[in-house]
Structures are given as structure tokens and as C-alpha cells.
């Protein structure tokens, strides 16, 4: 079993080489042998480009664990009567990083 994330519409950070998109994501661990389990967004972009533009600031860091954009979009997705999977395709395609669950293939 692989858990890890990965940067996607995370802004500029030290030491990065390149972001994963999500289809980039299933075709590397599809092409790898691995099969793809579940992919989930982690904090939505627009936390963490606020939360560096304004440096981090102490002041607003209750901000910074609330994922507001997420919020709307669940409300969003009640309006138009959308199922959990085109809700979390919604949150996914804003999200900062992502989160997967991925298996190795199995020995014989």
C-alpha cells in the first residue's frame, strides 16, 4: 500500500521539481503496475496562494484550516443535485495538493 500526496495547484515552493496533475497521477501508478484506489483533494488552492501572499499571518491562521472554497462547492453541488463523485471531481480540480491511496500489484 502507497499513501502520499502531491503538489498541484500548490503557488511556488522551495526545492519543487514539477506538479502532478490528477491524470498524470493515475497514469504514472497505472503505468508502474499499481492500481489507483482513491484520489482526494487536499486544502483547495486558494487557502494555501492567501495564506503565503499574506505570509502566513498568525492573526488569520483559523483561515487557513478551513477550506471555505470547498463549502460552496457542497452547496454547489446540493443546487444541481450532484452525486459525492462529481462533487469531489469539483474539489479535486481546485485542489492545492492531492491525496492518494494506491496498491502495489500482487505477487504470484
Do not use: C
Request: charge should be positive.
Amino acid at each position: 500500500m502507497f499513501v502520499a500526496s502531491v503538489s498541484y495547484l500548490e503557488p511556488y515552493h522551495s526545492y519543487s521539481i514539477f506538479n502532478f496533475t490528477p491524470y498524470g497521477v493515475v497514469r504514472v501508478f497505472g503505468d508502474a503496475g499499481f492500481e489507483l484506489e482513491e484520489i482526494r483533494p487536499g486544502v483547495d488552492a486558494s487557502v494555501l496562494i492567501n495564506r503565503q501572499l499574506l505570509n502566513r499571518s498568525r492573526i488569520l491562521r483559523p483561515l487557513w484550516q478551513r477550506n471555505i472554497f470547498y463549502g460552496i462547492t457542497g452547496l454547489i453541488g446540493r443546487v444541481f443535485s450532484l452525486e459525492h463523485r462529481e462533487r469531489n471531481f469539483l474539489k479535486i480540480q481546485f485542489s492545492g495538493h492531492l491525496i492518494f491511496l494506491a496498491r502495489a500489484p500482487r505477487v504470484q
